[in-house]
């Protein structure tokens, strides 16, 4: 339900391969994340996981939302070019989903979790969308 990946549904902070000094802090800030995610959650406070490819990121942004729904919360993990889909894909003619709604599907979790930033297009529609998502959920 959470949408991460088949792959990494079985990813947790226990079984994340920390080889570097970077990765052992990455892997700090998110176990804090996740223990302290209700207080996490009053103040705002996000996380924002930056870094070559596979050094970690999607397994430790998996890894706090299998915590968290183990905790009872609700997370959604979507990359950004489905979530700007979901959205764009409301302004067809016919669409089921009211732009409204699909807004709300990525704002109403606890926890949203956007992975792959920066490999959509990067149009002026693609920003706006992501804007509204962010500065909604924020």
């Not at 991460?4 to 802090?25: H, W």
């Not at 183990?70 to 089921?96: C, E, H, M, P, Y």
């Not at 990525?106 to 804007?131: R, Y």
Request: net charge neutral; hydrophobic share 40%.
């Amino acid at each position: 339900m959470s949408g991460v990946p088949l792959r990494f549904k079985n990813r947790t902070f226990e079984n994340y391969r920390d080889t570097t000094p970077q990765q052992t802090r990455a892997l700090q800030v998110a176990k804090f994340f996740s223990v302290n995610f209700d207080s996490c959650l009053d103040s705002g406070a996000s996380l924002l996981f930056c870094g070559n490819p596979g050094t970690g990121k999607t397994h430790l942004a998996a890894a706090i939302s299998n915590s968290i729904c183990n905790q009872g919360r609700v997370s959604l993990f979507i990359s950004v070019l489905k979530a700007i889909r979901s959205i764009k894909d409301t302004w067809r003619s016919g669409s089921s989903v009211s732009e409204k709604d699909a807004y709300s599907a990525l704002i109403e979790p606890d926890l949203l979790i956007l992975d792959e930033v920066g490999i959509q297009f990067g149009s002026d529609a693609e920003k706006m969308i992501l804007f509204e998502i962010l500065i909604v959920k924020i």
